[in-house]
């Protein structure tokens, strides 16, 4: 049965309320990196809004993107945005909608409305290689519409907590680029007596470290053993078990996610059950886009089974290294960069070869000192955690907001502030 139609609102089709502007092919042999250009919008540009791409030919003015035009990725995850930054131009493979009159539709509250139904699209859409958005798709959307002095009510409830999200992103993109400095200190000049960096340095094969720090390779100080695909034909299990399955997708900020845990039977579990990894290792992904990553097992998953496209780093003698001092040391651009020049390419997907991690050389001080920089990084780590749980709160109120605001399930009071634009 269908829901009712709250009070005063009307069933509307979008195609007769919005304009929509598809992007142009411009030339890319007018592409250019001359900032003094005007910029050119790019699919990749869209979520963080920084124009890596500017644009030394002719153009239509027509295809010129404002400040508050409301743009819409049509390739991949079909991102909606709302413009912020000097005006730039509108690429292909990216569409402007705007509202055919602010006097019956809101703008502020069309990119509102047009967010969830843009996810519904997505996930309906079949998997393929990258999913593509149509303009048919936008124009097809039939949505109750409230009056524009409701629509104004609701979309400024819904755009400041968007604004409160906002604010805890570049928070966390601040933290995190306090987190990229303080390892590029602490994992090139270390913690000296009295807590300063070292002021005396040797050359080694991984550049210039602290005297008295070692260099080694991984492979002196642990075992790199592989994971284990599923037996062909036996699928996860149906229901959760006591034997977890790790999969890539579910490393997650050096650690791993919990949200999506697979689990196997007991049977399976029989027949792989030599690939498992402790939580005094730690992983490493061997295969795939994502590779290199390194994190470390929390306790509640000791003991789960870890897939082929990872390996664990079985430390020698947990006594003399600090696992977390390794995984951080591991996530550094001395080793990624030893790392990722040693992939290679097998059934067409990366890869990295166990022995190419054994051989990779990385600088090691004593355990009083890998304690004291794993130390000083994992608290930022945990403060880092602290703003994403407070940002996903955040997202959650505005889903529980959005659901409610714009079905009319909880209606918003008028009042003589509201102003109509």
Not at 8 to 31: A, R, T, V
Not at 156 to 170: F, G, H, N, P
Not at 225 to 240: I, Q, S, V, Y
Not at 297 to 310: H, R, S
Request: glycine letters at 6%.
């Amino acid at each position: 049965m269908n829901n009712p139609i709250p009070d005063g609102w009307e069933i509307e089709s979008l195609d007769k309320n919005i304009k929509i502007l598809s992007g142009y092919p411009f030339k890319s042999s007018e592409f250019t990196d001359n900032q003094s250009k005007i910029g050119l919008i790019r699919i990749r540009d869209l979520d963080k809004q920084k124009l890596t791409t500017f644009y030394a030919g002719d153009y239509e003015d027509t295809y010129v993107v404002r400040k508050g035009d409301i743009l819409i990725g049509m390739d991949g995850d079909f991102n909606i945005v709302k413009w912020k930054i000097q005006n730039a131009l509108l690429n292909q493979r990216i569409c402007k909608v705007e509202a055919v009159s602010e006097s019956k539709f809101s703008s502020d509250y069309l990119f509102q409305l047009l967010e969830p139904e843009l996810i519904e699209i997505n996930n309906s859409t079949g998997a393929t290689t990258v999913k593509h958005l149509s303009v048919k798709d936008l124009r097809n959307i039939r949505k109750a519409l409230p009056p524009l002095q409701e629509q104004q009510k609701i979309a400024k409830i819904l755009t400041s907590v968007d604004e409160v999200i906002e604010k805890t992103q570049a928070q966390i993109d601040k933290l995190k680029d306090l987190k990229a400095g303080m390892m590029q200190e602490l994992l090139t000049k270390g913690i000296g007596p009295g807590g300063a960096p070292h002021t005396e340095f040797k050359d080694s094969p991984v550049g210039r470290v602290p005297v008295g720090w070692e260099v080694v390779t991984i492979g002196e100080i642990a075992q790199i053993k592989g994971g284990k695909r599923l037996p062909k034909g036996e699928p996860f299990a149906e229901h959760k078990t006591p034997f977890p399955y790790i999969r890539i997708s579910d490393f997650s900020l050096g650690s791993i996610s919990l949200k999506n845990i697979k689990y196997v039977t007991s049977a399976v579990r029989d027949k792989i059950k030599r690939y498992t990894i402790s939580k005094d290792d730690v992983y490493v992904s061997i295969a795939g886009i994502y590779l290199g990553l390194f994190g470390e097992v929390p306790d509640e998953l000791d003991g789960a089974l870890l897939t082929e496209n990872a390996a664990k780093l079985v430390f020698n003698d947990i006594e003399l290294i600090n696992k977390t001092f390794i995984r951080y040391m591991c996530q550094s651009n001395m080793i990624q960069s030893q790392l990722l020049q040693e992939k290679g390419v097998g059934a067409g997907v990366p890869k990295l070869a166990l022995f190419r991690i054994s051989e990779t050389s990385l600088p090691l001080p004593n355990k009083e000192e890998q304690n004291a920089i794993a130390n000083k990084l994992h608290q930022l780590d945990v403060w880092i955690q602290s703003v994403i749980v407070k940002k996903e709160s955040h997202q959650k109120l505005k889903k529980a907001l959005m659901q409610d605001l714009l079905t009319g399930k909880v209606r918003v009071k008028i009042d003589k502030e509201t102003a109509i634009n």
